[in-house]
């Protein structure tokens, strides 16, 4: 069964029952786990901007989908290198304001991996 995402709000995310209060990596095999800001603020100087670095860590072989939630104000974006990144992977890449994202999350079939941003 899918990993769904029940609600989310601003600086909490509840998935499969379990609330989190910091942004989520969930994984194909639906494993959810903390995102690793500190590998675009390293380059960017904010979490806002996801990295080259970032992008390589979050996909997964396989993945066909990459769904983001960019936060309540839509603040995250793809760099022009995690743009190319995924795009070379064949990995489409669908970003929403996280509210948005987490529906869409949930009506999504097939491999298909999640970053959600709970904040701005």
């Known amino acids: 069964m899918k990993t769904k995402i029940d609600s989310t709000k601003f600086g ?4 499969d029952g379990q609330k989190y209060n910091n ?8 494993q959810v786990e903390k995102r690793k800001k500190k590998l675009s603020k390293a380059i960017y100087g904010t979490s806002h901007m996801i990295s080259l670095n970032e992008a390589q860590y979050v ?3 396989g993945a066909q989908n990459l769904i983001i939630g ?20 064949h990995c ?15 009506k999504t079939e097939g491999s298909v991996i999640g970053l ?5």
């Open 59 to 61: 996909y997964e072989s």
């Open 23 to 30: 942004d989520v990596i969930i994984r194909l095999d639906g």
């Open 92 to 106: 489409q890449v669908n970003i929403h304001p996280t509210p948005k994202a987490a529906k869409l999350w949930n």
């Open 12 to 15: 909490q995310i509840t998935i």
């Open 116 to 120: 959600f941003h709970i904040t701005c």
């Open 70 to 89: 960019s936060g309540h104000m839509g603040m995250v974006k793809l760099s022009r290198e995690a743009e190319t990144f995924f795009s070379d992977q």
